[in-house]
């Protein structure tokens, strides 16, 4: 199964001719998911090949314009295009009014249905679960009310070993509950234990989605060893001050989150349009969190 | 003085790689105009070379995404980048609440002021006017209110000229009358008329926006003689009867417009996402008016 990333925009409120506006996209075992959704982004989708219509699953982060702007087109032209089937909207509540006013406006009503789950959580929560992923959503440090993201794979099943299970006359019911690691337990009473005759399961992977937050040590339990973590860092530690007047993080802190945490790869966006040049960002981070990278819009990630 | 008009987006709803959603930009004698801002016109402002900060005024045509959802991202990045100059915004009335909400949810505020002329007029009206421009907003046909622009330097003054006033020793003070086509009597009662101490004035330039409407006779007296008229050509006349369900115009219909208002050029844009090519729009406009072109974005017009 596929769990995919790609980075539509790394930029931070003002667009460059490098750098869109936040977005990105993700494939989670089939799970087609937009994060944020800045001015352009259907473009973006374009440019790098992903389909528009296969999106299900968007999540806004909060109401800053970098963040949402491009939404609002991009649902117009899902509708142009004939989608019929439905997208969920997961964002703080005004969005939902936003949108509304704007079609209103327009006179136009899509074809398809929004459900909208709004944000508005204290702590960590379950935002969305199917049979194969779950998306949980937390708040962060900001402006505004900000949250976070964790897109996470089931835990995934013990593989079962046949032989073994053939040569002790195990019957075939005691299948699905080695799979899940549950011992069984036969007509005669007699006990089988799942480990004897199943493997660990694989790990489940899971991507962390954190911008724009100022430096904020709850995060560290939210993201806690995420196979990979993307941390704003629209700073680096020479403009400190800027990133807590501002309430976004610098490349140092966003290294000691993914530090503590145990994440196992760190990527850094939302850099602010003040540099060209982004080795600081990448050498003060890697001083506390070696396995880290700046990215880059069409930048892809296979988690 | 400069009369120059730049087409930043000739396309229609659904944008495509090589056309972006309306927006052009007007320099007309150092008055900085943007007219109509889909999604992505502050990134075709760069790439086409134009400073966002001189704009001063914005004219949205209607409510459509495709003609508006590029401005709340342009406002903001004027914002980020220092501006203290205000803006002039005409537009249909629910544009300052939508613009108002986002503000809202962003908790953020602009550093300058916007201005808000609402566009509500049933006939043709001035809209602005200074030294040496006017404005006219005016309304057309589509399945919302819409309104068309013309964009017109003041009236030019009549050249003097100066051998004869010194050999016939008139008065300066008949100056400023003669440059205003005023006949001027001395003290003595005499009688000095204009046009013997005058040239005939250049032509004061115009620039016509008609985008979007179906075909409308009454836009042809808006539009009257107007050096450069731009005009939708969403359709052929192939899809004549889809211009008529979604009240946009063929080619041909814009050529009628033009020949019966006696413009000097005719461009045409909004061009459909189903032509890749426009040739058909182009022979069956220039079949009823020969001074006609299609517009693609980056392309300007000196008028």
Known sequence: MSFELTILGSGAALPT????????????????????????TQNQLRRFGIKIQKIRHI???HLHGD???????????????????GVTLYAPPLLKDIIELQLKASGFYYQFKVDFVPLEMTSMQ???????????A??????????????????????????????????????????K??????????????????LAPKKARSYAYC????????????????????????????HKDRAKSTLHSTAMEAAH?????????????????????TDPHLSEAKSVFENTLVVEDGMSFEI
């Not at 379950?126 to 949980?136: F, G, Q, T, W, Y």
């Not at 099943?157 to 080695?178: C, H, M, N, T, Y």
């Not at 011992?183 to 199943?198: M, P, S």
């Open 138 to 179: 937390f708040p962060m440090k900001h402006r505004i009310p900000t949250y976070g993201f964790v897109i996470r794979e089931k835990p995934r099943e013990r593989p079962i070993l046949g032989e073994e299970l053939r040569q002790d006359g195990v019957s075939l019911q005691a299948v699905p509950f080695f799979r």
């Open 211 to 238: 911008s724009d937050t100022a430096y904020y040590e709850p995060l560290i339990e939210c993201v806690k060893e995420s196979d990979l973590l993307y941390h704003e860092a629209t700073f680096i530690e020479r």
């Open 257 to 277: 989150i993914a530090q503590k945490a145990g994440v196992g790869k760190l990527i850094l966006g939302h850099i602010s349009s003040r540099y060209e040049n």
């Open 17 to 40: 001719g490098k750098r869109n506006p936040a977005a990105q996209y993700v494939n989670c075992n089939e799970r087609h998911i937009l994060i944020d959704c800045g001015e352009g």
């Open 67 to 85: 963040h949402f702007f491009g939404l609002a087109g991009l649902l117009s032209t899902m509708n142009l295009l004939g989608r019929t089937q």
């Open 181 to 198: 690691g549950i011992d069984y337990k036969d007509e005669k009473g007699k006990l089988f234990r799942a480990e004897d005759y199943t």
């Open 59 to 61: 999540l806004i982060s």
């Open 126 to 136: 379950k935002i969305m679960e199917d049979k194969l992923i779950e998306i949980h």
